[in-house]
């Protein structure tokens, strides 16, 4: 591996940084900075989203043909660092990272037509109606149904835990239509509409306050055959493909970074802690301790990014080690900031939205930078769950890459 750039991705990475300190508004700064959630807030991405695509740069993993780029995994890996140090908002997976390679893979020319350029654009937004109540982690037990009528698929049942589903126009669904033979068998990928007539969207408020989940119900919602993705019943191949792309699709050491940032900007403010529990000495020895993790998930993306820029195939295992160990960095960046943040956590408290709201004004000590830590601590202690739950992702590990029995 070297760690050295060649000319010619020195004067890519230029023009990436370039176009950055062009295009990317304050704004969108901003509400990086303050978001609460996975994803930030949906204008300031789809302000983003519109920049990128006018560059061609919205969907850059993408084959050429469909919109991408023909970028080699050393170029996505800078691309992506560079929009991680300037803080520009990530954009929501669920399109252009989740049903967007499905869609390009397995679904018709026509589904291909409708919905590839409207994902790029950011004209559609979608979200992922996978988890149910009780198919989570076993997902192929899932039992939302779908019966094929004439041309329709009539569904019945609901999904849940639906990231941004109140934001979503459209939803790309696993349902079953075959009890026949083994559970993963009979399952089938369908997109639909979420104002198809008998869908619904129920919110789910989180610990953190903030309205980011939901449920969503099918009640006799007719969908045409023709939204169908590839053949009935291989619907489980192409969500493990879909897969693939959520756990190991980013690089994200950098954004870690800014975190730590955040943890710095607070030890060095005003606002500090150090209580009769943490003394500031332990907290400045988990600070380097973290800094040193996310060094070192740095050097395991840049290996990553290597073997495949040598030819070495899709992550295996390693999107499995990487989300495990972003996540358990993340969640413990998050306690740092809080044992930072000391009794001013209660302060912070009083002026926390429970609605998805925006935080209130705030003056004094207390800088904008410091609101989120608390909805933020408490919002990624889910994040160790979702995308396939950490226990599940060490049992692939060990299965995969360690060959244990
Ligand atoms: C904030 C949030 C957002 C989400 N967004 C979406 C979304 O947009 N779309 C979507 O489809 N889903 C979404 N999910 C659902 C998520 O994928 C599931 O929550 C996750 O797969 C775990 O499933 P479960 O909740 O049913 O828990 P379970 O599968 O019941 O797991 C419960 C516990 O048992 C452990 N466990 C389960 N099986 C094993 C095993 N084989 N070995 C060891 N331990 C095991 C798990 O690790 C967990 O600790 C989201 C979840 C959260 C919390």
Redesign the pocket.
Known sequence: MHLKLTPRLESFQEEVRTFLSKELEPEMVAAVRSTTTVWVEREAMLSWQRKLSKRGWAVPHWPEQFGGTDWTPMQHYIFEVECARANAPELTA?GVKMVGPVIIRFGSDWQREEYLPRIASGDDFW?????EP?????LASLSCRAERKGDEYILNGS?????DAHHANRIFVLVRTSNEDRPQKGISFILLDLDTPGVSVTPII?ASGDH??NQVFFEDARVPVSQLVGEEGLGWTYAKYLLGFERGGSIKAERLKQELQRVNRLLLSKVRGGNDHFSMKEIERELARLEILVESLSYTEMRVVAQLEAGGGEPGPEASVLKVEHTEIMQRITELAMTSLGPYGAVLERDRPIDGGRFSDHAGDITSDMLPIVPRYLNFR?AT????????QR?IIAKTALHLP
């Open positions: 669920m979200c992922q109606g996978f988890s009780g198919s989570g982690s076993d999904k849940l835990w639906t990231t989180s980011e989940v889910a769950i979702y995308g396939g739950s950490n226990e599940v049992n």
